[in-house]
T-cell receptor, first 114, second 112 residues
């Protein structure tokens, strides 16, 4: 079975600084990989996804993520963080099988300070 | 465009009372539908998924059940709520394998 680890529970960055959120996965084949963002009391919004091809994927809101097979990682990055980026971020790994079964990490809460 | 509606947004229920949460999807046909529960600090737990009308698969044995009476309607139910059923419940859909979930806005359930 697949699993996802987000080693950082909470991260604080200054507005305008760069951001990298870590995600490691465990799966025997090439997985589907996702990053979602959740604002307080809201549902999750898909930021970006990786299925195959170019290992650097661009998403919404200026985010990008890089799939590194050798490290089993899919880290999320943003060059300059805005105060509105404060939220909780979830990495997820999916597998095929007639429906989309996705396993989520436990999330990283991002705080942005002025 | 496709939209997903989930209600109610907030619910406070006494222990032992029944539960019914509803989720509907518009603008698509034959969606795969999912119910997740999110507990504080524990990520998301898949409760049920459905690939078609009347087809429900349960991921975790629990006090809850799900039904899909129509193609774009997914209902989460309980006959008698427990305190441990408190949490944030999210409905989601995906049209095809691998495209990523679209989530509803969630229901905050507090069992008292």
């Amino acid at each position: 079975a697949q699993s996802v680890t987000q080693p950082d529970i909470h991260i604080t960055v200054s507005e305008g600084a760069s951001l990298e959120l870590r995600c490691n996965y465990s799966y025997g084949a090439t997985p589907y990989l996702f990053w979602y963002v959740q604002s307080p009391g809201q549902g999750l919004q898909l930021l970006l996804k990786y299925f195959s091809g170019d290992t650097l994927v661009q998403g919404i809101k200026g985010f990008e993520a890089e799939f590194k097979r050798s490290q089993s990682s899919f880290n999320l990055r943003k060059p300059s963080v805005h105060w509105s980026d404060a939220a909780e971020y979830f990495c997820a790994v999916g597998v095929s099988g007639g429906y989309q079964k996705v396993t989520f990490g436990t999330g990283t809460k991002l705080q942005v300070i002025p | 465009s496709q939209t997903i509606h989930q209600w109610p947004a907030t619910l406070v229920q006494p222990v032992g009372s029944p539960l019914s949460l509803e989720c509907t999807v518009e603008g698509t046909s034959n969606p795969n539908l999912y119910w997740y529960r999110q507990a504080a600090g524990r990520g998301l737990q898949l409760l049920f998924y459905s690939v078609g009308i009347g087809q429900i698969s349960s991921e975790v044995p629990q006090n809850l059940s799900a039904s899909r009476p129509q193609d774009r309607q997914f209902i989460l139910s309980s006959k008698k709520l427990l305190l441990s059923d408190s949490g944030f419940y999210l409905c989601a859909w995906t049209p095809l394998e691998g495209l990523g979930y679209t989530f509803g806005s969630g229901t905050r359930l507090t069992v008292v």
